[in-house]
């Protein structure tokens, strides 16, 4: 039951890029900027709301995961003190704080690069479904891969799907191809920062260990917008801040190549058990 309910979670967030940026682009369209936040305001308040009221409690849930995490601090003491567990964790923060940079600023990316509204709205859009293909295929094609195998296809995608948003605004192609890159690196390095720490470190330290390197990546999230900002006063505009971004991409990615896929307390099976 919790399986399904995982599944179907990722699958609604993978469209909700789908549905609701032609959607926002329609409603500012059609309203403008301050009734289309009013509009959003007022459905989380009469839609999301309610049904966070009523979730079920997961206190007991939550008791067992504070419990094996007091478990696992000694071993979780001695992973602090390998250097490959900080080349993971800086490889998928920065991964993911570039993904968080770009999930704000995309639109306004593609209209500066000349893109039209109506076809940059199209763009992002495809972004989510490129997301469940990428998640497909991490399932089919690379079942028999270890997820650090995965994982450096995936975070090297970024970069290069990045460096894709230089060309003319009339070659539409291939910023589809850029939505198809962008959203397959997005959605297998989401189940690569999931099933990671398990295939390095084994099933005993995973809520420990994916909890320590959680925290540094939340943070990148939470920060992306801002820094991408900041990028654009800094550099002058979307082109610094694109170029930047593929730097730090480009970063992650090289420190993922330094990621220990020999560690002892490998359990190798872990990947197939989560994801069944």
């Known amino acids: 039951m919790i399986t399904d309910f995982v599944e179907l979670r990722v699958m609604v967030h993978s469209f909700a890029s789908t549905v609701f940026w032609p959607l926002t682009q329609f409603l500012l369209d059609r309203f403008g900027w301050r009734e289309t936040w009013l509009i959003y305001a007022v459905a989380n308040l009469l ?3 309610p049904i966070h009221a009523f979730l079920p409690k997961m206190t007991s849930v939550i008791t067992d995961s504070t419990q094996r995490i007091q478990t696992d601090n000694a071993t979780l003491s001695a992973v602090l003190r390998e250097s490959s567990f900080y080349f993971v964790t800086a490889a998928i923060t920065f991964n993911a704080l570039v993904f968080s940079a ?3 600023h995309l639109i ?3 209209q500066d690069r000349g893109v039209s509204a109506s076809h940059a709205a199209v763009i992002g859009a495809m972004v989510g ?3 469940v293909l990428g998640r497909i295929l991490e399932t089919t094609i690379g079942k028999k891969a270890s997820s650090r195998q995965i994982g450096i296809i995936a975070i090297w995608l970024l970069p290069a799907s990045l460096a894709l ?3 003319p605004a009339e070659w539409l192609l291939i910023y589809g191809v850029f939505a198809a890159m962008y959203g397959v690196s997005n959605g297998v390095m989401t189940i690569v920062r999931g ?5 390095l470190y084994g099933r005993e330290t995973y809520g420990a260990i994916s909890g ?3 925290t540094p990546v939340l943070i990148a999230i939470a920060a992306g917008p801002f820094v991408a900002s900041l990028l654009y006063t800094a550099t002058g505009g979307y082109a610094g801040t694109i170029w930047t ?3 730090i991409a480009a970063l992650g990615a090289i420190l993922f190549i330094y990621v220990n896929p020999h560690s002892k307390r490998a359990w190798p099976d872990i990947t197939k058990e989560i994801q069944s």
Request: proline share 8%; hydrophobic share 65%; aromatic share 8%.
């Open 47 to 49: 839609l999301c709301f």
């Open 212 to 214: 320590a390197m959680a």
């Open 102 to 104: 770009m999930s704000l």
């Open 245 to 247: 971004l593929i730097g």
């Open 108 to 110: 306004s990316i593609l």
């Open 165 to 167: 948003l230089f060309a």
């Open 129 to 131: 479904p490129m997301q």
């Open 195 to 199: 099933t990671l720490p398990a295939e």
